[in-house]
């Protein structure tokens, strides 16, 4: 993308800056008819401008089209005294407007991606590119610094940057840009090749980049993107992206452009891995259909947070479709010495309680894989590590009381906002030792014991209040009546009139296990003989449910200290779980036991007649076998004998588990 080239100031560098001030910037110049005139460019000019700004109520000096110098005073033009006065009364090219108060600066003094700015020849900075910062960023000492297209620079001639006043950029409906503050220093420029030569279309060393370190401790470079929509404001930061990685442009994904000319654009990526010929010069980077013109060279494109390349160049496909192309800007960030693109870091977040006891952690979240900063009140400032999943950590101070901190995430030179936040650390909490936490007591609880500092009070909260003393052997001891229920317990102890930390006990006291009469656990019944119900006895009105090889069976409800649930025959070994519940607490018994195989009903089958063949024709000879009849009874009386050992040697097995 071509930058805008326009004259942008008239007179040399001091001229410049005064204009600035005075927020415009002179088309041209002209030299009136009248004489005496006064100069209205170079060395004369800047003298001259230099005496009048000394006068008490002149605020800027410049020149306008109709080839005048202009006065801005906070006086009328009869009030100006001194040299002021003589210069406007000498000179027929003079006017002086009045101005309300002193100027002030119209533009806020953060600095983001996609705003405008203005770079100067000091050799010659009557002519200056209008070209848009890409974003903030660091040179390799951390010091702050911004990125755009190389191109801008003229191959490192225009090495002065001015922010330009957004509400005056085409962005924002303007139509003579004007100076807001002085910007930065030219710091390194690459069109093309290495050296700004063409370049070739293969080498990832062919880029368009320029870095510009920061030279106005006025500003502060953010890392955000505007979108210009409080441009009118001078404030281009209030509505803005935050820049969160940096990486490389997804093909097919929507993408987005900031630039002072068309503002924030939207497209897609319509290729990548491309080297484009701008103007001449080969660049590495890729294509999409977002809208730009001239003066957008160097803005941002980023894809969601993430930024990904630099606004080199743009035209249109042949059906009137915007092209845009970007640099990479992975790729050309290598080819700069040592500059990064400033990251936004979220704050850090603490997680863990204010108040801990001796020993414990604190524990919050940040962003992944950065370095949290964390400084104690008066102590040495330490470093945690962020993980992938976001979390850190670190142990709290051995020492009771209160410690502040102030803590912030780092990424390279990046780093969040700063997060202050208190720990206090309390004396160690008692110990429950019982009923300990995850226990269940069958049946009653008479007591809550355990441990804590000798000659502290032990208070107790939750489903039990009450308070206890430490003992010199240091334990402590409450009584209870707890009947079948869950319950939850809190103690803290008093040590020196300091509440410690707190310690909980969460238990359960579970009715006794039911009686299960029937089936007999361990015995093998004969089908015929199967349970047809699981009795037994339990506690008055407890909830009985019978689940059998874990399926359910039935429910019931004990009376007069008895249950009884109706069961179906089964074959096959059986497992019986019996749960009896009371105020929503379990307990329950295992039964195992065997039932055989239900009979298979007997039945003759047909055959053929002793000595008749197995096929039609003349019955078979006699082969001198004899009668099988006696042998085929004999053969099953035998099979007979052989199962019923089998069964007595089962039940003697079953019976015997």
Not at 324 to 353: E, H, I, K, R, W
Not at 423 to 429: I, M, S, T, Y
Request: glycine letters at 12%; proline letters at 6%; one cysteine or more.
């Amino acid at each position: 993308m071509t930058p805008q080239r326009r004259r942008v100031l008239a007179g040399g560098t001091t001229a410049a800056l005064l204009l600035s001030a005075a927020g415009a910037l002179i088309p041209g110049a002209a030299t009136a008819a009248e004489d005496p005139v006064a100069p209205l460019s170079g060395p004369a000019f800047d003298t001259t401008a230099q005496q009048l700004l000394a006068a008490e109520g002149v605020e800027a000096v410049a020149t306008n089209a109709e080839g005048q110098v202009v006065v801005y005073a906070t006086t009328t033009e009869t009030a100006l005294t001194g040299e002021a006065a003589s210069f406007v009364n000498d000179h027929s090219n003079v006017v002086v407007k009045q101005l309300s108060a002193p100027l002030s600066s119209l533009a806020a003094t953060d600095v983001v991606g996609g705003a405008g700015y203005i770079a100067l020849d000091p050799a010659t900075p009557t002519i200056g590119s209008l070209c848009s910062i890409g974003f903030s960023a660091f040179n390799a000492q951390g010091d702050p610094a911004i990125i755009s297209a190389g191109h801008c620079t003229e191959d490192g001639l225009r090495t002065d940057a001015y922010l330009s006043l957004p509400s005056n950029d085409d962005a924002a409906g303007g139509t003579q840009p004007s100076v807001a503050a002085p910007l930065a220093e030219l710091t390194y420029s690459q069109y093309g090749g290495p050296l700004n030569t063409p370049g070739t279309g293969d080498s990832l060393t062919s880029t368009d980049i320029s870095t510009w370190d920061i030279v106005n401790p006025a500003l502060t470079t953010l890392p955000r993107i505007t979108d210009w929509s409080t441009a009118a404001q001078n404030d281009l930061s209030l509505q803005s992206t935050p820049v969160r990685a940096i990486g490389s442009a997804q093909d097919g994904a929507p993408v987005t452009k900031s630039g002072r000319t068309t503002g924030v654009t939207s497209g897609e990526v319509d290729s990548v891995n491309a080297w484009a010929n701008v103007d001449g010069r080969f660049v590495y980077g890729f294509f999409t259909t977002a809208l730009s013109d001239e003066g957008d060279s160097g803005g941002a494109v980023f894809q969601g947070e993430t930024a990904v390349g630099i606004l080199s160049g743009g035209g249109t496909f042949a059906d009137g479709t915007p092209l845009m192309f970007a640099a990479d800007l992975q790729n050309a960030l290598a080819q700069t010495p040592g500059y990064t693109v400033a990251l936004f870091l979220d704050a850090p977040v603490v997680t863990s309680a204010a108040q801990l006891g001796a020993g414990g952690t604190v524990t919050g979240t940040g962003p992944a894989n950065t370095t949290l900063v964390v400084t104690p009140a008066g102590g040495t400032p330490f470093e945690v590590a962020i993980g992938a999943a976001g979390t850190w950590s670190f142990p709290a101070p051995a020492e009771v009381g209160e410690t502040s901190y102030t803590a912030f995430a780092r990424s390279g030179f990046s780093e969040s906002a700063v997060t202050p936040f208190d720990v206090e650390v309390l004396p160690a909490a008692p110990a429950i030792t019982s009923p300990a936490n995850g226990a269940r007591i069958v049946s009653e609880v008479t007591e809550i014991t355990g441990t804590g500092v000798a000659g502290a009070t032990v208070t107790l909260s939750g489903d039990v209040t009450g308070d206890a003393t430490v003992e010199e052997d240091g334990t402590w001891s409450f009584p209870v009546d707890l009947g079948i229920d869950a319950y939850s317990v809190t103690a803290v102890q008093e040590v020196d009139d300091v509440t410690s930390a707190t310690s909980t006990s969460a238990f359960a006291v579970i009715p006794t296990a039911p009686v299960v009469d029937a089936p007999l656990a361990g015995r093998t019944y004969a089908f015929a003989d199967s349970p047809a119900a699981a009795n037994g006895t339990g506690i008055e009105d407890a909830s009985i449910s019978v689940v059998r090889n874990g399926q359910a069976v039935g429910s019931t409800i004990v009376t007069d200290g008895a249950w009884n649930v109706a069961l179906t025959a089964q074959a096959g070994d059986t497992v019986l779980e019996v749960v009896q519940t009371v105020n929503g607490q379990s307990n329950s018994t295992v039964v195992s036991y065997a039932v055989a195989a239900a009979p298979v009903a007997g039945g003759g089958g047909g055959g053929a007649a002793p000595g008749a063949g197995a096929g039609s024709g003349d019955p078979l000879a006699a082969t001198g076998g004899g009668d099988a009849a006696p042998f085929a009874a004999l053969g099953l009386g035998m099979l007979l004998i052989g199962a019923a050992l089998v069964t007595a040697r089962r039940l003697r097995t079953r019976t015997n588990v």
